[in-house]
């Protein structure tokens, strides 16, 4: 068991990370408003998502540079500051979703004004990354995050209709109208979103410096045993991501939709779905699970972009570095912060911002997917380990994907 723990790396924290505040509301949105109806698009949507990580974690590990550096070495410059500025706007807006709803689930337990807990919030996780090494700041914070695992535990005791729940989510089943196609790229942007594929690579240029090895470009004597520990780390971080969505969304059926509650308003109704499990103290577990994961996931969504803007200028980068060495760094992560602390002020439901942020992570997606795959089968960034066909039929798939989800978005 401990060799198996060693091989969990950036896949499984950025699994855990997935499961954020965003991603949270809308599984809890999309089985209050659908009841079972979409619980497939979790199994339909799990080897896409992993092999889109599975491609960024090869691009950081092949080349020893993230998918920013990279792009500034071999491609136009426009399509850099492209691809940055569209990680840039879908990061703001999910930081300020995030902040804003850590916010209100503080306000169940400790009321007092909202509007004074994001800052909090936001100033407390710009400190700790600056100073705490993420590696422990991750393994602390995780430990909040095993609060989701109560909807599992309401899926087990709840009235479950496990009839129609394995039915729904065994057999795809689509409708051609509005909600439903806002839905799909919604749980498609929470799932598979922009700012996991930078985390990833960047985390995995990271994990080379800490064991003192070559980029596999370099020297691809090793490349069989790092491709073999980065599919088994994503496949086991996706895995669990996706594992706890798809109980997130047969519990709130099983109980809010079950109940005739179709459209989440309140981080309060939202809770109601742990009550089978925590009783009177649903809010305090509800609570418990949106802070825990968005400290773990805030830091993710800043560094993403620091990392991405730090490989555009070529400035010194990697939450290993000390913050005097890598000012620039750790300044754009306390800027991309303070601008999710600054959405907050915009008077907006946190429940529907957080479902509004995975739509915009979606229709952002397909674009930024599409150039990725395009670094991963270059030969002049990837050397001779460039994609599998195997491995590039799936990334565009997965691409197609979230490009006809935003195109039915658009349409209907």
Request: charged share 10%; aromatic share 10%.
């Amino acid at each position: 068991m401990k060799g198996v723990f060693k091989r969990l790396g950036p896949g499984l924290v950025t699994g855990a990370a997935d499961d954020d505040p965003s991603g949270i509301a809308t599984y809890s949105q999309v089985g209050a408003q659908f009841g079972y109806g979409l619980a497939w698009t979790m199994l339909f949507s799990y080897p896409l998502m992993v092999v889109i990580q599975e491609i960024s974690a090869r691009i950081g590990c092949v080349t020893g540079r993230g998918i920013a550096e990279n792009l500034r070495a071999h491609y136009p410059p426009w399509l850099l500051r492209g691809c940055v500025a569209l990680l840039l706007v879908a990061n703001a807006i999910n930081l300020g979703a995030d902040l804003g709803a850590m916010g209100a689930a503080l306000q169940l337990l400790v009321h007092g004004p909202v509007a004074l807990y994001p800052p909090i919030f936001g100033l407390a996780s710009v400190l700790l990354e600056i100073f705490l090494s993420y590696a422990r700041y991750a393994r602390v914070l995780k430990w909040a995050t095993l609060s989701l695992f109560a909807y599992v535990a309401v899926v087990f005791t709840a009235q479950v209709s496990w009839g129609p729940a394995l039915h729904d989510t065994l057999v795809p089943k689509l409708a051609w109208d509005a909600p439903h196609a806002m839905a799909m790229v919604a749980l498609l942007g929470t799932t598979i979103s922009p700012y996991l594929f930078f985390w990833q690579a960047g985390q995995e240029v990271e994990e080379q410096r800490r064991r003192g090895v070559p980029a596999l470009v370099a020297d691809s004597r090793g490349a069989a045993v790092e491709f073999s520990r980065i599919r088994f780390d994503t496949v086991i971080g996706m895995g669990f991501s996706n594992g706890i969505a798809l109980c997130i969304i047969i519990a709130t059926a099983a109980t809010l939709h079950a109940s005739g509650i179709t459209d989440i308003q309140t981080s309060s109704q939202a809770a109601q779905a742990l009550r089978p499990v925590a009783g009177d103290l649903s809010f305090a577990l509800f609570a418990l699970g949106i802070v825990g994961t968005g400290m773990l996931a805030v830091p993710v969504l800043a560094g993403s972009a620091a990392y991405a803007v730090s490989e555009t200028f070529g400035w010194r980068e990697g939450l290993d570095q000390r913050p005097r060495k890598a000012k620039a760094f750790y300044a754009t992560i306390a800027a991309g912060t303070l601008c999710g602390v600054a959405l907050n002020a915009v008077s907006i439901d946190p429940i529907r911002a957080l479902y509004w942020s995975a739509v915009v992570n979606g229709i952002l997606a397909a674009p930024l997917m599409a150039v990725m795959l395009l670094v991963a089968v270059n030969p002049r960034v990837m050397g001779r380990l460039t994609l599998s066909p195997a491995m590039r039929a799936g990334g565009w798939v997965a691409t197609l994907v979230m490009a006809l989800a935003s195109v039915a978005f658009f349409a209907l």
